[in-house]
């Protein structure tokens, strides 16, 4: 089973677009560098995810520079075409096999200030996963892969949502020096997105109806309203969670709920 590192393809980086970012730099930073997540933005002296590292890894990573520090993904043992953590972006990079001897593991995500922990051939991850009742969204075991992610080395492949196929995502992606895939796509009615208000709330069912195009909901869609600037970051957060949610590939739902294949 391989690592997979889920974001946004359509995002920005600073003043430019993150995959045109990630072909100039050739790496994979963390948010300590680029200063971008679809998590929390806390990647500084003091804030949540500097805290959170400080406890997990014993102040190994206090002082050193952004660069230097674990880049986050999960482990794929699900084997989701979507990625092992399709919260964080309908696009995921699939590492080499060579990432997962220098990844740890934690489960569950590193925000809920877990107790267990894991390396590839040393954890009972995959058990806890598989006896917990989570939600779709998080279900996952999050890997945290130390030392550089370099594109052309350790990456197999981008593998990215259908509807940018013929767009400037799709250009930037070929550029990169790793393969592009594509998995089979989010998508989600309007109609089925009203019966879901009880999930985040009733308002980013509103929002998520007012930049619908022809009562759909898909990962384009919402990166363009991302980049009007008309729309709050963290609202449309919450309408690709319902997307993502209840709008995911058939197989990708089912396997969210199927035990993990044998190992």
Avoid at 11 to 32: C, N, T, W
Avoid at 208 to 236: C, H, K, N, W
Wanted: aromatic content about 8%; hydrophobic content about 40%.
């Amino acid at each position: 089973m391989a690592l997979t590192l889920n974001f946004h393809p359509d995002r920005m980086a600073g003043d430019r677009p993150i995959l045109a970012k990630l072909a100039e730099d050739g790496v994979y930073h963390s948010q300590f560098v680029t200063g971008t997540s679809n998590g929390g933005l806390t990647a500084h002296p003091g804030g949540d995810r500097w805290r959170w590292e400080s406890r997990i890894f014993g102040g190994a990573y206090d002082g050193v520079p952004g660069e230097q520090r674990p880049v986050y993904g999960a482990l794929n043992f699900r084997r989701k075409e979507v990625g092992a953590a399709p919260r964080f972006g309908s696009a995921h990079f699939r590492l080499t096999a060579e990432a997962l001897s220098r990844a740890t593991f934690c489960y569950p995500d590193s925000a809920a200030e877990p107790t267990d922990f894991g390396v590839a051939d040393r954890m009972r991850l995959i058990e806890l996963a598989e006896a917990d009742s989570q939600d779709a969204l998080n279900d996952y075991i999050e890997a945290q892969v130390h030392g550089p992610v370099v594109l052309d080395r350790h990456m197999e492949a981008l593998v990215l949502d259908p509807s940018h196929r013929g767009t400037a995502v799709e250009e930037a992606a070929r550029r990169l020096p790793c393969a592009t895939e594509w998995h089979g796509g989010f998508r989600l009615s309007v109609d089925e997105l009203r019966h879901h208000a009880d999930y985040r709330g009733q308002e980013f069912v509103d929002l998520g109806a007012e930049i619908a195009q022809g009562g759909v909901l898909d990962p384009r869609i919402i990166g363009d309203a991302a980049r009007t600037g008309r729309y709050e970051t963290q609202s449309l957060k919450m309408v690709w969670h319902c997307l993502a949610r209840f709008g995911a590939p058939a197989e990708s739902r089912a396997a969210a709920q199927a035990p993990a294949p044998a190992r």
